[in-house]
């Protein structure tokens, strides 16, 4: 497929009047072919207006239909695979395992998200039923379920060029709840978002839905993003990148006449707790498993390891040495782009010139475009007297922070501000010891990992990936797994209304066969069967 740099307008190709701009190759700054145009405050209207259209007949779709809109775009990522990883490995210097990987994840959650609406229950259909008997008024028939909102945009994330951006998951679980999407690619990776957008498109051609189901617009700065978040059509945003981003986009939101949400994943640290009898019993292994999970895709991950908190004690200096000897085994990275490099130097050389600091270990990059690991520690005092300790470093680092007692780790845990997780290293002794801590965790992350490692968010129906402000604009909301389609609709209630006119999942013979909560019990039984019959 060639690649064209112009935006995806519906079914049409945006212009050429644009500001133009290129992809640049991340391990030596070669700018990459072609030119990329961005859309125009006109292509922002358009696709908006195509969105709105579309909305009155893909918002009534059937889960059928969506799903196998949801297969088709599977199906159509896979057979050009090979195109799509060799692109983003040009653009995003992942390597090519890594890449392989999140196709199968992309192509995984948009088949998840396809079984969801195929079975219906997700809707929630609640009935119930009325009673012109009772006494001393009698008792409406009244029906509800979910339903999608509108039209909404979706903001490409730069780490994740395919899983998180154009068919990724905000854009599957959207599709799904029936709302269209307008894509706005990440200017990192422009031509992977081209490949994919364009099977995103053909795949709501094939499949006969309306023109607005789908865009893709480029921009290279802020201009497109705006316009979107701004325009009155749009009915939510979702986003996946920098604090500084998704606040700006809840500002925008929140100052329209008509405020929209925002679901944003921001930063988050990703706390690690490791409990004394851990330490004791398996400190070296505990530190080469986090070795590798914040050295991981260059530590570029929202679920990186980014502070460790372990007892001031004589089972910590063995781990401290296990994990600084570690370090030099992958000497340098490429990031993901300049100004993800750019800021990554920026933080490590801030935090090398904090007194309360201390640099444990480092890796010197051979390259101009590469980067080091880098391995930091400070004590509990330090820590809480000083809330920069505890702000992410995007990247291979992460720091230490020895504490002295029970009381002052649970002093720590409760400072905390939200991230997306949490991990405990522990054994039944250590949390029996430590009583308070998971019921402390549970109100500042959405997923709280026990002996094991947050890097790795298994795409499946009970994952939660959100958690409290900063780490998410919406800690009720999750971004992965079959909960996500609930972050794109609203309940609509009806009263009073023929059966005939009601939507499939809230008619009497329940001919979807979905489990409803009828007259207070769920059951997939057609009203006035018994349960059991």
Known sequence: ???????????????????????????????????????????????????????????????????????????????????????????????????????????????????????GSWTAARIDTADPERKPIPKPDIRSMLRPIGPVVVFGASNFPLAFSVAGGDTASALAAGNPVIVKAHHSHPGTSEIVGRAVQESVRECGLPEGVFSLLFGSGTQVGTALAQNPLVKAVGFTGSRRGGRALMYLAAARPEPIQVFAEMSSTNPVFILPGAMRERGEQIAAGLHGSFTLGAGQFCTKPGMVFFGDNADAVAFTEKLRQALPSVPQFTMLNAGITSSYRSVLASRKKDPAVRLLAETQPSAEFSVGAALFETDATSFLANPVLADEMFGPATQLVRYSNCAELMEIARSLEGHLTATIHGTEQDLREFPDLIAVLENKVGRVVFNGFPTGVEVCHAMVHGGPVPSTSDGRSTSVGSQAIFRWVRPVCYQGFPDAVLSEELRDTNPLAIWRMVDGELTRQPIGVPSGG
Do not use: N
């Not at 995806?8 to 644009?18: C, D, L, S």
């Not at 991340?26 to 859309?39: E, K, M, N, R, Y």
């Not at 709105?52 to 239909?65: L, V």
């Not at 775009?73 to 392989?100: G, H, N, Y």
């Open 1 to 119: 497929m060639r690649i064209s740099g112009r935006s995806i307008i519906g079914f049409q190709e945006g212009g050429t009047t644009g500001e133009v701009f290129r992809a640049t190759r991340p391990w030596d700054g070669t700018q990459l072919l072609p030119d990329f145009v961005s859309a125009t405050f006109e292509e922002v209207t358009l696709a908006a207006r195509l969105a709105h259209e579309a909305f009155a007949t893909y918002g009534r779709c059937s889960g059928h239909d969506k799903g196998a809109l949801l297969r088709k775009i599977a199906a159509k990522i896979e057979s050009m695979a090979d195109q799509v990883i060799e692109r983003a490995e040009q653009e995003t210097a992942l390597p090519k395992v890594r890449l392989q990987g999140e196709t199968a994840r992309t192509c995984a959650q948009l088949r998840l998200f396809a079984q969801v609406v195929e079975e």
